[in-house]
């Protein structure tokens, strides 16, 4: 076996960084000029708790790195006309669902705060998403890619997670 036999995984073909206070200005910006599919059929419901999705807002909110990269394919993307295909969201509903529902008020962070609740405006630079768009041509393509992201790994089961919260909770 050799290392340059290993077939290579897709690449997003362009990337942006898009703060979470436009966030939602920008999701529609693309629902209106790509036609955004943010619930294509291959992608699980909306899974995440109010527990989770609120957790996850506030790991952004304190700076947080990993988790804010968010995938999507659009065949045509380099091409001059942008519509002749649907930019599909690939990974990342469940956060960006936890972080709309924050920007709408509708979940509690930090104890009980919504966000119309914060007396100064949110910053820009440090709270955003990196969301790259991939230009594969064929839905096989985009599956396997679902696939090739959501296949690998293993989620902490609640006990494990609460094992390290005894532990924290010994160490205050």
Do not use: C
Request: hydrophobic fraction near 40%; charge should be negative.
């Amino acid at each position: 076996m050799k290392f340059s036999d290993i077939p290579k995984l897709p690449f997003a073909y362009y990337s942006v960084n898009t703060p979470l206070r436009y966030l939602e200005e920008t999701l529609e910006n693309y629902k209106k000029e790509y036609g955004l599919i943010m619930e294509p059929d291959f992608q699980r419901a909306h899974v995440w708790t109010e527990y989770q999705q609120s957790s996850y807002v506030e790991w952004i909110l304190r700076g947080g790195f990993s988790g804010k990269d968010i995938f999507f394919n659009k065949p045509d993307w380099m091409k001059f006309n942008l519509k002749d295909t649907p930019l599909i969201l690939v990974d990342g509903l469940q956060r960006l669902t936890a972080a709309l529902k924050f920007l709408h008020n509708e979940i509690l962070v930090f104890g009980g705060y919504r966000l119309s609740d914060f007396e100064d405006k949110m910053p820009w630079v440090d709270i955003a998403f990196n969301f790259h768009i991939n230009n594969l041509k064929t839905r096989i393509e985009v599956l396997q890619w679902y696939l090739d992201f959501n296949s690998g790994g293993t989620l902490h089961t609640v006990g494990e997670l609460d094992k390290v919260r005894e532990l924290l909770k010994k160490e205050k």
